[in-house]
């Protein structure tokens, strides 16, 4: 079926620790994006892309980086997990960038607890 | 700033009512979307518009873009309705802005 697959969908990291969050789309959607969601807040964009060979920054990017070699992926790799960087995170891509209203579809997000 | 605006932030309500939650913004937007969120699950897009009314089953969401609102409509509402409903809107050619959402619980 098509859709955003996101994974491991839960996961425990200590401080310190790396690790890679994947998310890869199947509808050749050239936008994708990561957000992280905290109680009380609204959904937070950490980085997006364009298209292959090409991300940028987001509201909240310290601490994560991404790469999209593919138009299919885009990881988000946690340089040094902190306890602030426990939180639920979302993939999602669309058909367009924002700026032209299109259908966003999300994955079943990662919940991530920083020990 | 760029805001959205939800209401309310929860809701309880029982099996059949008619369910209304709000949405409002700062400024002129290019689209708003509704999404919804089950617990512990994903999110999944159920409207997107810019103008009007639209309608997916038992679900209803209209805009006024004068009056820089939009609502949700549940009819005859059912506990599986219970979930996260989120409106997210984008300003311009800017990325996604997000509510904080409304948790909705239908009683049987």
Same mark, same amino acid.
């Given at each position: ?11 425990? &990291? ?6 890679? $969050? ?22 937070? &964009? ?29 990881? $988000? ?34 919940? &991530?607890?920083?020990? | ?5 939800? *209401?309310?932030?929860?809701? @309880?309500?029982?099996?059949?009512? !008619? ?22 699950? %994903?999110?999944?897009?159920? +409207?997107?518009? *810019? *103008?009007?009314?639209?309608?997916? %089953?038992? /679900?209803?969401? @209209? ?13 005859? *509402? ?11 809107? @984008? !300003?311009?050619?800017?990325? /996604?802005? +997000? ?5 909705? @619980?239908?009683?049987?």
């Amino acid at each position: 079926n098509a859709g955003v697959t996101q994974t491991p969908k839960f996961q425990v &990291l200590k401080t310190g620790q790396s690790m890679t $969050l994947q998310c890869a789309q199947d509808m050749n959607h050239e936008y994708m994006s990561w957000y992280r969601q905290d109680p009380g807040m609204g959904l937070r &964009l950490i980085h997006y892309s364009v298209g292959a060979g090409i991300t940028d920054q987001g509201e909240v990017p310290n601490g994560y980086n991404v790469s999209r070699s593919t138009t299919e992926d885009f990881p $988000l790799r946690l340089l040094s997990a902190a306890p602030s960087q426990t939180s639920v995170y979302f993939c999602a891509s669309s058909y367009q960038p924002y700026g032209v209203p299109t259908e966003a579809f999300f994955g079943q997000g990662t919940r &991530l607890t920083v020990v | 700033k760029n805001e959205v605006e939800q *209401s309310p932030q929860n809701l @309880t309500a029982q099996e059949g009512e !008619f369910i209304t939650i709000n949405c409002s913004y700062s400024v002129g937007i290019s689209a708003l979307h509704w999404l919804q969120q089950h617990p512990g699950g %994903g999110i999944v897009s159920l +409207f997107m518009l *810019s *103008s009007g009314k639209k309608k997916h %089953g038992r /679900l209803i969401a @209209t805009i006024n873009i004068q009056e820089k609102h939009s609502s949700l409509h549940i009819t005859a *509402s059912h506990p599986r309705d219970s979930a996260v409903y989120i409106c997210a809107v @984008t !300003f311009g050619n800017e990325k /996604l802005t +997000f509510g904080t959402g409304t948790r909705l @619980t239908i009683i049987p």
